[in-house]
C-alpha cells in the first residue's frame, strides 16, 4: 500500500503542470484576440522576446541551460585581429610629377587605388604635391618602402589602431538586431486587427533603421581594416646655393649689368621717340604751312616801339664873307 502511494504522489505533478501550461496558453490567446488593446501586446511580445534572447537561461535541470554552462567553462575563441593602419610621409624629390607617377604605379600594382589629389606652386616655382593612397594591409610595408625610397626622406609617422573588439561588438549587435527584426515580421503576419498592424509597422521601421546603421558601421570598419590609408606628401628639391665667392659681381658681370642698361635705356628712349614723334610731325607741319604760305601774304607793319627815320635835310648854302676895304680880292 505505501508503494502505491508513494507512486500515486510522483505522479500528481505532472496533471498539475500541464493545466498550468494550458491556462497560461488560453490566458496567451485571450490577450492576442482582444479589441485595440492588441497593438501593444504584440509590441509586448516582441520586446520580451529580445529580453528573452538577451537574458541567460537560469534553468537548473534542463538541458537548455546546461548547454549555457558547457559554453561559459569552455575556453573562449580567440578572434581575427583587426587592426587599422595608417601613414604619413613628407619626401623631398628632384621631379615631383616623376615620383608621383611612380607612387601610383607601385600603388596600383599592389592592388589598391589612389584616393584625395592636391598640387600646389610656391612663389619659387616648386611643385609641391599630397595624394592619399588605398593600399591592401598585406601589401602595406612593402608599397611603404617603396614609396621611402623615392626621394630624401623629411618625416614619417605610422598608426595601428586594434579595433578588434568594436568589429565583434557591432557583428553580435547585427545578429541580435536581423533576429528582433524577423520576429517582428513574425507577429506582424500573426496580426488581424488594423491596430497591431500600425504599431507592429512602426517598431519593424525602427528596428530596420537601426539594423541598416549597423551594416554601415560594419562596412566602414571592413573598409578601413582591410585598406590601409597612406598620405603622401612631396616637394622639390631645392637648388643647391652658390658659393659666397661666386655670389661678388666680376669685371664679366659689371659688363653685362651696364649693357643691360644701355639697352633699356635705348628702349625706353625709342619709346619717348616715338611718343613724341607725331606731335613733332604736326608740329613741323604747321611751321612749314606758316612760313611758306601765310606769312608771305601779311602786310608788313614796323616794329613796334622804333620811331620812322626822318629824311635827310640839304644844308643852307653860307655866303661868301666880304673882303675888307682896301684888301685884295681873290
Known amino acids: 500500500m505505501r508503494a502505491r502511494r508513494s507512486a500515486r504522489r510522483s505522479v500528481r505533478p505532472g496533471p498539475a503542470l500541464a493545466g498550468l501550461l494550458l491556462a497560461a496558453a488560453l490566458a496567451l490567446s485571450g490577450c492576442s484576440s482582444g479589441g485595440d488593446g492588441g497593438g501593444a501586446g504584440f509590441a509586448d511580445k516582441a520586446v520580451k522576446g529580445d529580453a528573452r534572447e538577451a537574458a541567460p537561461d537560469t534553468g537548473g535541470g534542463s538541458g537548455r541551460g546546461a548547454a549555457s554552462d558547457a559554453k561559459a567553462t569552455a575556453p573562449p575563441r580567440i578572434a581575427a585581429s583587426h587592426i587599422i593602419r595608417t601613414a604619413s610621409l613628407s619626401v623631398q624629390v628632384k621631379d615631383v610629377p616623376k615620383a608621383l607617377d611612380a607612387a601610383r604605379t607601385a600603388t596600383e600594382n599592389a592592388g589598391g587605388y589612389v584616393g584625395n589629389e592636391t598640387t600646389s606652386r610656391d612663389e619659387d616655382g616648386h611643385t609641391g604635391t599630397r595624394v592619399v593612397l588605398r593600399v591592401p594591409v598585406d601589401r602595406y610595408d612593402e608599397v611603404l618602402a617603396d614609396l621611402e625610397g623615392t626621394g630624401k626622406l ?165 655866303p661868301e664873307p666880304a673882303g675888307e676895304p682896301g684888301g685884295e680880292r681873290d
Open 154 to 318: 623629411l618625416d614619417r609617422t605610422a598608426k595601428a589602431q586594434d579595433v578588434t573588439g568594436q568589429v565583434v561588438d557591432v557583428e553580435s549587435r547585427i545578429k541580435s538586431q536581423r533576429a528582433s527584426v524577423a520576429r517582428v515580421r513574425a507577429l506582424m503576419d500573426q496580426a488581424t486587427g488594423l491596430s497591431d498592424v500600425v504599431v507592429l509597422e512602426g517598431e519593424l521601421s525602427r528596428r530596420e533603421a537601426d539594423l541598416e546603421a549597423l551594416l554601415a558601421q560594419q562596412a566602414s570598419l571592413k573598409d578601413r581594416t582591410s585598406m590601409a590609408t597612406i598620405t603622401l606628401s612631396l616637394s622639390q628639391t631645392p637648388e643647391p646655393e652658390a658659393a659666397a665667392d661666386e655670389d661678388r659681381p666680376g669685371f664679366v658681370d659689371a659688363l653685362a649689368g651696364g649693357w643691360r642698361v644701355f639697352v633699356t635705356l635705348l628702349h625706353w628712349f625709342a619709346l619717348a621717340v616715338g611718343a613724341v614723334l607725331p606731335f613733332a610731325a604736326a608740329a613741323a607741319l604747321v611751321a612749314v604751312v606758316w612760313l611758306r604760305l601765310v606769312r608771305p601774304r601779311l602786310p608788313r607793319r614796323p616794329a613796334h616801339g622804333t620811331a620812322p627815320v626822318p629824311a635827310p635835310v640839304p644844308a643852307p648854302a653860307t
